[in-house]
């Protein structure tokens, strides 16, 4: 069965420091990856996504992640961070399976991100 | 637009009460998504339908129950809950269903909705 590994549950930084939240997956096949954030009071909104290709992919609002397929590993880092990122990120994994068997999305627990300004 | 909207936002019930959650897209999307998230939780997908048909059941006690009229809509019909049931409930899509059958399973990217407070007394 697939699962996902936050290691963080909660990170404390200030505004300009550098963030990496880490995500692990398992799971032997291909995937597709992806983070939400989730702001205070708000639904969840997606930050990127990776299907293929390029390992490193750029999403909104400054973030980026690097998939590491060796690593089983789906990082997310930006580079200066900033009071509005304060929110909880989730990592979410899809397996690709092909003749219609499922695909269901696995997040997570998630990562509680605190910006002091 | 990818913009999923449901209605109500809150929600406040007794345990007696029946009611139902609305989701609605507009985006063309062929797969429709229940999840559950309990406070400081990771979402639980309950319900998908592909192609307007339920195609998984995540072990979901029947006091739920989900309806598709349409491909753009999406009702989670509630009845007898317990208070353990408060959740916030999201509804999601996406354009491609993992569980077509003849495409295969190929995931795509699912867009959520801000979901329904749910409190049940």
């Known amino acids: 069965a697939q699962s996902v590994s936050q290691h963080n549950h909660h990170v404390i930084l200030s505004e300009a420091a550098s963030l990496e939240l880490g995500c692990n997956y398992s799971?032997?096949?291909?995937?597709?990856l992806f983070w939400y954030v989730q702001y205070p009071g708000q639904h969840l909104q997606l930050l990127l996504k990776?299907?293929?290709?390029?390992?490193l992919v750029k999403g909104i609002k400054g973030f980026e992640a690097e998939f590491i397929k060796s690593k089983f590993s789906f990082n997310l880092r930006k580079p200066s961070v900033q009071w509005s990122d304060t929110a909880e990120y989730f990592c979410?994994?899809?397996?690709?399976?092909?003749?219609?068997?499922?695909?269901?999305?696995?997040f997570g627990k998630g990562t509680k991100l605190s910006v002091k300004p | 637009d990818t913009e999923v909207t449901q209605t109500p936002k809150h929600l406040v019930m007794g345990m007696t009460n029946k009611k139902s959650l609305k989701c609605e897209q507009h985006m063309g999307h062929r797969a429709m998504y229940w999840y559950k998230q309990k406070a400081k939780k990771p979402p639980e997908l309950m319900f998908v339908y592909s192609y307007e048909k339920l195609s998984i059941n995540e072990s979901v006690p029947s006091r739920f129950s989900p309806e598709c009229p349409n491909s753009s809509l999406l009702n989670l019909h509630l009845h007898a809950l317990q208070p353990e049931d408060s959740a916030l409930y999201l509804c999601?899509?996406?354009?491609?269903?993992?569980?077509?059958?003849?495409?295969?399973?190929?995931?795509?990217?699912?867009?959520f909705g801000p979901g329904t407070r749910l409190t049940v007394l």
């Open positions: 979410a994994v899809n397996a690709v399976r092909y003749g219609g068997s499922q695909g269901n999305l696995i």
């Open positions: 799971y032997g096949g291909t995937v597709n």
């Open positions: 990776y299907f293929s290709g390029d390992p």
């Open positions: 999601a899509s996406s354009h491609r269903s993992p569980y077509s059958g003849l495409a295969g399973g190929l995931a795509d990217t699912q867009y």
